[in-house]
């Protein structure tokens, strides 16, 4: 009877020793839970953003006022005939 009760407190204890400290533990879970949402965040992101970049592909490509706004925002271009006015605060 005691070698039992030995074998069953080495077996609670081996399995303690698991769940806590061990390779598969509580602690290592909720770590590699943590990472895993941080990493769907990150993923969540980046394809919001190449949804955005793929939308401004089909303006490009789509039509010629993509490009005209382009053009005037980043290049300051303007088109004949048209008169250019910049307002400094």
Not at 3 to 19: K, P, S
Request: hydrophobic residues 45%; negative net charge; aromatic residues 8%.
């Amino acid at each position: 009877m005691n070698v039992l009760i030995v074998i069953f407190c080495c077996l609670c204890a081996h399995l303690q020793y698991r769940l806590w400290l061990g390779e598969d533990s509580f602690p290592r879970i909720e770590a590699a839970e943590q990472r895993l949402a941080s990493l769907k965040k990150q993923v969540e992101e980046k394809q919001q953003r190449n949804m955005a970049l793929y939308a401004e592909i089909e303006d490009l490509r789509a039509g010629q006022e993509a490009l005209e706004e382009r053009a005037r925002n980043e290049l300051g271009m303007i088109k004949e005939h048209e008169t250019f006015f910049q307002v400094l605060e």
